[in-house]
């Protein structure tokens, strides 16, 4: 596809459950970037990945939150047993290398009950 | 975490009318960029400035970057329907990736 697509669109999970949302970056994009945009706020830096090295993840809430890309393609945002504060959109966005133009995807909207 | 102070937070306009909002922080970036969101959408970047004092337009936006690198304005001339939705202003740091966004400003055109 041309854009960054995101899946689930929609997760609901029970609080203590654990969910694994899954980034497809625009192909060729060295650069994968995640974010957490919660209920009427802008999107806040979670973690960034060039091709499969983690080089930053600085805005991972907690320890609870994993993140992976081991191929330097497809990524996934894992959250362990996951609490209502974790409800939020999550924004995977991708570009072609470090500082050029981020490219969003529609995000995966997760609500903890 | 930190978050840019953009203004007003919200806008009901009419068809037509011009529009304007602005975003300012306590510290400097070396990159302005403004980003359109519709509903159950990501971001989608409108414009990107890079240096001081810098006005640039795209279509009827207009955005310029403040010359003293802490703030930045976006204007929508004769806005139209499709113009709804939330704008969101970004900060990016010289050699650095990351964004830091504004709060949004949620725009509402009356016909």
């Known amino acids: 596809g041309a854009g960054v697509s995101q899946s689930p669109r929609y997760k609901v999970a029970k609080r203590g459950q654990d969910v694994a949302l899954r980034c497809d970056p625009i192909?060729?994009?060295?650069?994968l970037f995640w974010y957490q945009q919660a209920l009427g706020q802008g999107p806040e830096f979670l973690t960034y990945?060039?091709?499969?090295?983690?080089?930053?993840k600085s805005g991972l809430p907690s320890d609870r939150f994993f993140a992976e890309r081991p191929e330097g393609s497809v990524s996934t945002l894992k959250i362990q047993r996951t609490q209502q504060e974790d409800s939020a959109v999550y924004l995977c966005?991708?570009?072609?290398?470090?500082?050029?133009?981020?490219?969003f995807g529609p995000g995966t909207r997760l609500t903890v009950l | 975490g930190q978050q840019l102070n953009q203004s007003p937070q919200s806008m009901f306009i009419q068809e037509g009318e011009d529009v304007s909002m602005n975003c300012t922080s306590s510290?400097?970036?070396?990159?302005w960029l403004w980003y359109k969101q519709d509903p159950g959408e990501g971001p989608v970047l409108l414009i990107a400035?890079?240096?001081?004092?810098e006005l640039t337009s795209n279509g009827r936006l207009t955005a310029q970057f403040g010359i003293t690198r802490k703030d930045s304005f976006l204007n929508i001339s004769a806005s139209i329907p499709s113009d709804v939705g939330i704008y969101f202003c970004?900060?990016?740091?010289?050699?650095?990736?990351?964004?830091?966004f504004g709060k949004g400003t949620k725009l509402s055109v009356i016909p």
């Open positions: 966005a991708s570009s072609l290398v470090e500082r050029s133009t981020q490219y």
């Open positions: 970004a900060g990016q740091r010289a050699g650095s990736y990351q964004l830091t």
């Open positions: 990945f060039q091709n499969e090295a983690q080089l930053d």
């Open positions: 400035l890079y240096k001081a004092g």
């Open positions: 192909s060729g994009h060295v650069s």
């Open positions: 510290s400097i970036f070396n990159t």
